[in-house]
């Protein structure tokens, strides 16, 4: 039974939310003053605080404050009649989990009680911050332990003990001026500078300045001698990151220096040479610029002596855990704070993101989850809607299962539907529309999926689906789904416990 503890100093809020939830079964405490509230929060801790700000003797903000001093993560609504801005800051500062305006509307405080509610029971299940990584890893920032990112730190050893160009491809935010720095920091050129240049992020008529600098008066606004990158690299590691997006003139002048060490400055007759080492990364087929003419085949064949191809994040789905706890780490160690946690539920969730932005869309997703957090724990509340209703993924590695994929697309989007398409040997209901997969079919996919991930259980991954579509097509009527699904009322509520359902649930 869940219990509620109600703060407030008029006993017609008392009554009203003791009606509002009584239906619900659920045990309800009521004080009349802060002071009051905290002594019964010394006998037992409710699994959910509701008060308001302004009471005779110690105000609701002050209330919180006390409470949080020694329950950090207990959910705690902040409800008011006299709102203003500054209280709403304050009480979202401390730790508020909602901050609403009496007088309230009664469904969507049900919802907000309801989603209180499953934080409760998050924050019980989530374990305690510990280190999954050695200290190296935490320093060096490279983290993998799956099959195709251990393959990229071979890769990275091999390259190191040469002075070889190297061409690093994948796509945005997987890491590739990490690779870059590895590569620098283990090879004999460690001690010697290692610059990153952007070459998307530069205009077209400044890059070149920048790479091989410029004499003075070589153009308006060139009022001294400018010396660029490739000087300023001398005997270290050049990072050109984004090359496919170089214009062709400078390709060039990157070609000249690659075959003989040579160039002059822009405007400049001397001829400099230098040592360098050129690594290069792109996030284009550049195989496919060479055939359009857009980036010059010698000039590719000179950088693509060693490539060295990132996964995407969703091609190693079970490095994603290693990735959070590093980040967490990293987090905390700039705030000079303990790590957060972060509950299974939210964890999972990350697991079956797609991630278009990768590695850098993940940890700035931590980044967000720590910010909002109001306890100690990463919720599933904490991360970005699109995120926290994420399905299930699809493969822990590799992208070998995407006819899958692309096959459990077209499932049926309901339990009447699924009906319909039940065994050949049940008759006419058995023969699904035109265009659409069978049973057998939609089985075959499935367990394509588990083959491909152990960790994905078939039949809690179906049921799950299959009540929350149920509950999306009826609104949230959870009398009608249950009749969809074939199922009792309570049968239903205990599922939508079970896999912790609460978003994709309209509160009645």
């Known amino acids: 039974m869940n219990r509620i503890l109600i703060i407030d100093d008029e006993q017609d809020v008392q009554y009203s939310f003791k009606r509002i939830f009584a239906q619900n079964n659920f045990d309800i405490l009521t004080a009349d003053s802060g002071e009051a509230g905290l002594k019964l929060l010394q006998k037992s801790v409710p699994d959910l605080i509701i008060m308001d700000v302004r009471m005779g003797g110690m105000n609701g903000l002050e209330t919180l404050r006390k409470i949080r001093e020694s329950h950090t993560s207990l959910p705690v609504i902040i409800m008011t009649a006299y709102g203003t801005t500054q209280t709403a800051i304050e009480a979202m500062k401390l730790g508020a989990f909602d901050y609403v305006l009496k007088p309230f509307d009664i469904p969507k405080i049900k919802e907000i009680v309801n989603n209180a509610l499953q934080t409760t029971r998050q924050i019980r299940e989530t374990i305690s911050y510990e280190p999954m990584l050695e200290a190296e890893d935490y320093e060096l920032g490279m983290i993998g332990r799956s099959e195709a990112m251990q393959s990229v730190f071979k890769l990275i050893g091999q390259v190191s003990a040469t002075d070889a160009t190297a061409l690093i491809t ?251 398409q039940s065994h050949a040997q049940s008759g006419p209901a058995s023969r699904p529309p035109s265009g659409q997969p069978s049973l057998t079919e939609i089985g075959e996919t499935l367990f394509q999926w588990a083959s491909a991930d152990p960790d994905f259980k078939v039949l809690p991954a179906v049921e799950r689906e299959l009540i929350i579509q149920a509950l999306s097509r009826t609104q949230g009527n959870q009398v009608r789904a249950a009749q969809i699904l074939g199922i009792t009322r309570a049968t239903l509520r205990k599922r939508i416990e079970r896999f912790n359902i609460r978003r994709e649930m309209l509160i009645e």
């Open 170 to 420: 994948g796509e945005s935010g997987t890491g590739k001026e990490l690779v870059a720095r590895a590569i620098c920091l283990n090879g004999q050129r460690s001690r010697k500078p290692f610059i990153a240049i952007n070459c998307a992020a530069i205009p077209e008529n400044l890059l070149e300045s920048e790479l091989f600098g410029h004499e003075k008066g070589a153009f308006t606004g060139a009022t001294t001698q400018r010396k660029g990158k490739f000087e300023q690299c001398d005997g270290g590691t050049l990072f050109l990151d984004e090359i496919g997006d170089m214009p062709m003139q400078t390709q060039i002048k990157i070609l000249r220096v690659l075959q003989s060490g040579t160039f002059e400055r822009i405007g400049g007759n001397e001829t400099i040479t230098v040592n360098v080492r050129v690594i290069a990364a792109t996030n284009k087929p550049l195989e496919e610029a060479v055939s359009r003419k857009e980036f010059r085949e010698d000039l590719f064949y000179r950088l693509n002596v060693v490539r060295i191809h990132l996964p995407s994040l969703r091609q190693r789905r079970n490095d994603i855990p290693l990735l959070v706890n590093f980040f967490l780490q990293k987090i905390a160690a700039k705030g000079h704070q303990p790590p957060k946690s972060i509950s299974p539920d939210a964890l999972e969730c990350l697991r079956n993101y797609d991630w278009p932005g990768n590695v850098r869309e993940l940890e700035n997703t931590i980044q967000r989850a720590v910010v909002v957090a109001t306890g100690d724990a990463i919720l599933t509340r904490d991360l970005p809607g699109e995120i926290s209703r994420s399905r299930p993924a699809v493969a822990p590695e590799d992208t070998g299962v995407r006819e899958s994929v692309n096959a459990a697309e077209s499932m049926p989007a309901s339990a009447e539907s699924l009906q319909t």
